[in-house]
């Protein structure tokens, strides 16, 4: 996805419904084809661990609402604006469902258990005499009392399904307990149709299959409230209100009623309510909840804090510069809230396949029925009735649609927690197969604050004299080298003089006008287009460069006056983060505009063998194209600004920087803080939650496989073993809860090994 493309995406009206109704991923799909076909959507894509759409694109609520309805789901807008009000909200929720579940499942299994129990250890559930056939009945319809109390969500859904010309998860259960209850009471209401042999019933097979099934589905609801811990946490460090000084002093007020450029305090120990900049006094302040960084942060006048992060020891006045909805921290829980209710392609690829197995499960129970009832032996009817009724309930594809979802949940909220912000599933599942990782030189290898090592003069000019003039002819430069010759003459008390005709030249310096005289900083490709003799200084500049330093030429009226040497320190954990990156056999390459020299000695000191120097931005871009001609997978990592091509390109790219100074929104995955760690942490996160993926695939769809030839029947002509609907009922139940486990395991993943 392009940049532009990007925020075309991000700038879209964005509107999330609370789904009810949706059973299996066959809904999912339904789902989003129905909203996807409103007019006005871009694109809709579905959480069905959530039971929550994100929908994007300018389009009235009302018709995506009557869309869901018009697929057989309800829909309402999650209309709370608070993030903690509609976490709170949704919990409440989820609680009185999941005591409702129980109490479906206890109705459900008070019947179907003693039933299941008679019939291993007291009778056989046969219908011969007119007493069984009166007891038979109203056994029969304390069943269907429970099928329409405990069960009716099934039968419902199911009766949607059936509107809509389609079939999914409640399609199964529906005919699979509704067969056996039909069948049953057949047998009740006329015995005599049907050989002596036949005569049984299976109403306990009805009642337990409910039960487990909605024991199952509690179970499930339960497990995955743990996959939202990640925002609960997040969200938790929102405070709930601010002390804002006023002329009348100061005052405590709602969160929601801090206005920009209000003034704040903030006392040891307590959240920071919105970002700013620091005003008055100095603190240290823990960030960790934000970049994945221990160590507590020094702040002073002049320094920006964000919203939520935690201070440590004095107390300080800060200016409110981003509040609500644009603070950093609201910004994260919005955007690892729109990665979770992202699919990955495997995701996608397994609600396609699902949306086909319901139909083919059909099917097979009715082909299984016609075998049975053609070539088995008697009484064949029941063996039709029992082999269907168990394909029907043990290929409930629930498991399937849970497989993705929770473990994007699990695995997004885990790299959030580190300071790595995943964008959407499709950059998840990237990440996890990236062969090569081309990494930035300035401000991602390095420190990004250069600063001036040196100053060889030819012996017309005084260091002094040659720094001022320097830094006035930068002065108008945002450009980090110029940045470092500026500050140094600012530390020498040397004030810039008046400059004119500023001139930046891609790739080879600058250019400007002094008191009549013509200024020119930059490399050798600038000298010499301007005719500039460099004499044997070249011999110095190769040994300033060889000391992982950058020399620049400076010249006054075409002649050369000295060489200014520029270093940017290499960060403290660069080395050790690039060497877990080789480590996982990726290949590193570093990109710099710096001269060979410097890049080799950089390259050397960090222990990167293969390296591009002097590359031009767009070059940038060239490079990322051959890599990927050569069959790369390709991360890219950059400030996120000016790398914003070679980010756009690259298969994943890696925006780095810290806290709210780095551009969120601008590459498929943010660190937010400037370590390469969190390079290495993003990748590691991402293998571990797409193998969970590929574990509860395989489980899901290793238990189908499995299960329904044995539903049907394969293993009776060897084996004598014919499944039975409650032990399928309960295979299912649990499959589903297995899945759920196994995503909450990635809970327990540690990415960070340094």
């Keep these: 996805m392009t940049q532009a493309n990007r925020a075309d995406s991000d700038n879209a009206d964005q509107q999330t419904l609370v789904v009810e109704g949706a059973s299996c991923s066959s809904c999912v799909m339904r789902i989003e084809k129905s909203l996807q076909a409103v007019p006005g959507v871009e694109s809709a894509s579905m959480n069905f661990a959530d039971r929550t759409v994100a929908v994007t694109g300018s389009v009235n609520t009302s018709a995506l609402v009557k869309a869901v309805q018009d697929a057989g789901y309800s829909a309402t807008p999650q209309i709370i604006t608070q993030d903690d009000e509609a976490m709170e909200e949704k919990e409440r929720k989820d609680a009185a469902h999941y005591t409702q579940l129980l ?68 399609t199964l259960i529906a005919l699979g307990t509704g067969t056996a209850w039909v069948y049953s009471m057949a047998v009740v209401t006329a015995p005599t149709i049907f050989p002596e042999a036949a005569r049984h019933v299976y109403f306990e097979a009805s009642a337990m299959i409910i039960g487990l099934i909605n024991l199952g589905l509690a179970l499930e609801l339960r497990a995955r409230g743990r996959t939202s811990e990640a925002i609960k946490r997040l969200i938790g460090l929102q405070p709930k209100t601010a002390r804002v000084v006023r002329e009348s002093g100061e005052i405590d007020i709602a969160i929601q009623e801090v206005q920009l450029e209000d003034v704040v305090r903030v006392r040891p120990g307590e959240k920071i309510p919105v970002d700013g900049i620091v005003t008055e006094g100095s603190t ?78 059909m099917i097979i129970a009715v082909a299984s029925a016609l075998l049975w009832l053609n070539f088995g032996p008697q009484p064949s009817i029941v063996y039709a009735v029992v082999s269907a009724t168990t394909v029907l309930i043990i290929a409930c594809p629930c498991a399937l649609g849970l497989a993705t979802p929770m473990s994007v949940m699990v695995g997004v909220g885990k790299a959030a927690e580190s300071g790595v912000l995943i964008r959407n599933g499709e950059a998840l599942q990237t990440a996890s197969k990236i062969t090569v990782m081309v990494l930035d030189k300035t401000g991602t290898i390095t420190e990004g604050a250069p600063m001036v090592t040196d100053i060889v003069t030819t012996g017309l000019l005084s260091e002094d004299d040659v720094l001022q003039l320097a830094a006035s002819l930068e002065a108008g430069s945002e450009h980090p080298l110029a940045l470092a010759i500026v500050e140094s003459a600012q530390k020498k008390a040397l004030p810039p003089l008046k400059s004119s005709d500023f001139t930046a030249i891609t790739g080879q310096g600058v250019s400007a006008n002094l008191a009549g005289k013509n200024l020119l900083l930059g490399n050798a490709k600038l000298m010499q287009e301007n005719s500039i003799d460099l004499g044997d200084h070249t011999n110095k500049t190769k040994s300033l460069a060889s000391e992982a330093k950058t020399p620049m030429y400076f010249a006054v009226d075409q002649e050369l006056q000295a060489i200014i040497a520029v270093a940017d320190p290499i960060k403290a954990d660069s080395i050790a983060a690039i060497d877990r990156l080789k480590k996982q056999g990726i290949k590193v390459i570093m990109l710099t505009g710096d001269n060979r020299d410097t890049a080799k000695a950089i390259a050397h000191k960090i222990g990167v063998e293969d390296y591009f120097a002097e590359v031009l931005p767009d070059q940038k871009v060239q490079k990322i194209e051959q890599l990927q001609a050569q069959g790369e997978i390709v991360g890219m990592s950059g400030d996120g600004i000016n790398d914003a091509p070679a980010l756009a390109l690259a298969n994943v790219g890696f925006a780095i920087g810290t806290g709210t100074d780095v551009a969120i929104e601008s590459a498929d995955i943010t660190l937010m803080r400037g370590s390469l760690h969190g390079l290495a942490d993003a990748i590691v996160v991402s293998k571990a939650t797409l193998a969970n993926i590929k574990q509860n695939l395989f489980g899901a769809f290793i238990y189908n496989v499995a299960g329904v030839p044995v539903a049907a029947g394969l293993l009776y002509p060897v084996l004598g073993v014919l499944l039975n609907p409650v032990i399928a009922g309960a295979a299912m139940a649990f499959s589903s ?6 995503a909450n395991r990635l809970r327990l993943f540690k990415p960070s090994a340094h």
């Design 103 to 170: 109490r479906d499942m206890s109705i459900a299994l008070a019947l179907g258990v003693p039933l299941m129990l008679y019939g291993l250890f007291i009778g056989d559930m046969s219908v011969d005499t007119t007493v069984q056939r009166a007891a038979w009945f109203a056994v029969g319809l304390a069943t269907v009392f429970i099928m329409i109390y405990s069960g009716k969500h099934f039968y419902v859904g199911a009766w949607h399904s059936f509107k809509t010309h389609s079939a999914n998860m409640d």
């Design 284 to 361: 240290t302040i823990d960030e960790s909840m934000l970049t994945g960084e221990p160590m507590p942060v020094t702040k002073k006048a002049g320094d920006k804090v964000s919203a939520g992060t935690i201070n440590k020891s004095g107390s300080f006045l800060f200016k409110a510069k981003r509040i609500g909805k644009d603070t950093a921290l609201a910004q994260i829980i919005a955007m690892v809230k729109r990665a979770q209710n992202s699919k990955p392609p495997i995701g996608r690829m397994a609600d396609v396949i699902s949306s086909y197995f319901v139909p083919t499960i």
């Design 737 to 742: 809860l297995t899945v759920v486990t196994n």
